[in-house]
Protein backbone atom coordinates (compact mmCIF):
# COMPACT_ATOMS: atom_id res chain seq x y z
CA UNK A 1 0.00 0.00 0.00
CA UNK A 2 1.37 3.65 -0.79
CA UNK A 3 0.56 6.23 1.25
CA UNK A 4 1.52 9.67 0.36
CA UNK A 5 3.69 11.82 2.51
CA UNK A 6 1.41 13.88 3.48
CA UNK A 7 -1.28 11.72 4.35
CA UNK A 8 0.81 10.58 7.07
CA UNK A 9 1.57 13.90 8.36
CA UNK A 10 -2.27 14.05 8.68
CA UNK A 11 -2.71 10.89 10.06
CA UNK A 12 -0.08 11.89 12.77
CA UNK A 13 -1.66 15.03 13.47
CA UNK A 14 -5.21 13.55 14.39
CA UNK A 15 -3.88 10.47 15.86
CA UNK A 16 -1.59 12.75 18.58
CA UNK A 17 -3.99 15.40 18.49
CA UNK A 18 -1.43 17.83 18.25
CA UNK A 19 -1.40 20.78 16.65
CA UNK A 20 -0.64 20.69 12.22
CA UNK A 21 1.00 23.76 13.20
CA UNK A 22 2.98 21.91 15.62
CA UNK A 23 3.77 18.59 13.52
CA UNK A 24 4.42 21.01 10.34
CA UNK A 25 7.14 23.13 12.19
CA UNK A 26 8.74 19.68 13.47
CA UNK A 27 8.71 17.96 10.43
CA UNK A 28 10.17 21.05 8.17
CA UNK A 29 12.76 21.74 11.41
CA UNK A 30 13.69 17.62 10.83
CA UNK A 31 14.40 18.38 7.33
CA UNK A 32 16.04 21.43 7.32
CA UNK A 33 17.91 19.60 10.25
CA UNK A 34 18.30 16.45 7.97
CA UNK A 35 19.65 18.92 4.95
CA UNK A 36 22.25 20.72 7.00
CA UNK A 37 24.06 16.85 8.86
CA UNK A 38 23.88 15.72 5.31
CA UNK A 39 25.73 18.90 3.29
CA UNK A 40 29.22 18.18 2.42
CA UNK A 41 31.60 20.56 3.51
CA UNK A 42 34.48 21.86 1.78
CA UNK A 43 34.33 26.01 2.29
CA UNK A 44 31.19 25.57 4.14
CA UNK A 45 29.03 27.55 1.30
CA UNK A 46 26.84 25.01 0.00
CA UNK A 47 25.82 24.20 3.78
CA UNK A 48 25.43 28.16 4.71
CA UNK A 49 23.24 28.58 1.60
CA UNK A 50 19.98 26.23 3.00
CA UNK A 51 17.38 28.29 3.22
CA UNK A 52 13.22 27.86 4.77
CA UNK A 53 10.74 30.52 3.23
CA UNK A 54 7.04 29.41 3.55
CA UNK A 55 4.93 30.25 0.25
CA UNK A 56 7.28 30.96 -2.41
CA UNK A 57 11.34 29.44 -2.93
CA UNK A 58 14.12 31.62 -1.88
CA UNK A 59 16.43 31.45 -4.64
CA UNK A 60 18.56 34.23 -3.18
CA UNK A 61 22.52 32.52 -2.39
CA UNK A 62 25.13 34.49 -0.19
CA UNK A 63 28.77 34.38 0.46
CA UNK A 64 28.25 33.29 3.76
CA UNK A 65 29.62 29.64 5.12
CA UNK A 66 28.93 27.37 8.20
CA UNK A 67 31.71 26.86 10.70
CA UNK A 68 30.29 23.37 10.99
CA UNK A 69 31.50 20.70 9.24
CA UNK A 70 30.04 17.62 7.65
CA UNK A 71 27.67 15.48 10.52
CA UNK A 72 27.28 18.24 12.13
CA UNK A 73 23.82 19.30 14.00
CA UNK A 74 22.27 22.91 12.92
CA UNK A 75 24.83 25.82 14.32
CA UNK A 76 22.85 28.61 16.66
CA UNK A 77 22.52 30.38 13.51
CA UNK A 78 21.63 27.93 11.48
CA UNK A 79 18.95 26.70 14.02
CA UNK A 80 17.78 30.52 14.75
CA UNK A 81 16.97 31.29 10.98
CA UNK A 82 15.23 28.02 10.40
CA UNK A 83 12.94 28.95 14.16
CA UNK A 84 11.99 32.04 12.50
CA UNK A 85 11.04 31.16 9.77
CA UNK A 86 9.00 28.58 11.06
CA UNK A 87 7.65 30.36 13.62
CA UNK A 88 5.15 31.93 11.07
CA UNK A 89 4.01 28.53 9.68
CA UNK A 90 0.03 27.88 9.63
CA UNK A 91 -1.25 24.69 8.80
CA UNK A 92 -1.98 23.90 5.10
CA UNK A 93 1.09 26.79 4.24
CA UNK A 94 3.78 25.23 1.81
CA UNK A 95 7.04 25.32 3.24
CA UNK A 96 10.17 25.21 0.87
CA UNK A 97 13.35 24.62 1.97
CA UNK A 98 15.72 25.43 -0.90
CA UNK A 99 19.38 25.56 -1.90
CA UNK A 100 19.99 27.52 -5.15
CA UNK A 101 23.70 27.42 -5.33
CA UNK A 102 24.88 26.23 -9.26
CA UNK A 103 26.11 23.28 -8.19
CA UNK A 104 23.07 22.12 -5.66
CA UNK A 105 22.10 19.51 -8.81
CA UNK A 106 25.38 18.30 -9.57
CA UNK A 107 26.19 16.91 -5.12
CA UNK A 108 22.73 16.30 -5.38
CA UNK A 109 23.44 13.40 -8.18
CA UNK A 110 26.35 12.25 -5.68
CA UNK A 111 29.53 13.97 -7.33
CA UNK A 112 30.67 14.27 -3.51
CA UNK A 113 32.35 11.79 -1.39
CA UNK A 114 30.74 13.19 1.62
CA UNK A 115 27.10 12.70 0.35
CA UNK A 116 27.55 9.73 -2.40
CA UNK A 117 24.28 9.02 -1.86
CA UNK A 118 22.46 13.08 -2.64
CA UNK A 119 21.05 14.96 0.20
CA UNK A 120 17.70 15.60 -0.44
CA UNK A 121 16.91 12.64 -1.43
CA UNK A 122 18.05 10.89 1.68
CA UNK A 123 16.81 13.50 3.62
CA UNK A 124 13.04 13.07 2.55
CA UNK A 125 13.54 9.47 2.91
CA UNK A 126 14.79 9.77 6.24
CA UNK A 127 11.51 12.28 6.90
CA UNK A 128 8.96 10.19 5.34
CA UNK A 129 10.44 6.80 6.95
CA UNK A 130 9.79 9.03 10.79
CA UNK A 131 6.20 10.53 10.53
CA UNK A 132 5.47 6.82 9.49
CA UNK A 133 7.01 4.94 12.07
CA UNK A 134 5.89 7.98 14.37
CA UNK A 135 1.77 7.15 13.25
CA UNK A 136 2.38 3.82 13.96
CA UNK A 137 3.78 4.01 17.22
CA UNK A 138 0.67 6.55 18.08
CA UNK A 139 -1.45 4.24 16.62
CA UNK A 140 -0.05 1.06 18.60
CA UNK A 141 -0.44 3.38 21.87
CA UNK A 142 -4.65 4.07 21.28
Not at 38 to 64: L, Y
Not at 92 to 102: C, E, Q, T, V, Y
Amino acid sequence: MVRSFAADVTRWTKKTKLSGEVVLRKVAFDGYRGLLFRSPVDTGRFRGNWRISIGFTDRTTTEATSSAGPGAPPTTGEASQAILALGRVRWRDSIHISNSLPYAEVLEAGSSNQAPNGILSQTFHELRANVHRNVVAVSRRR
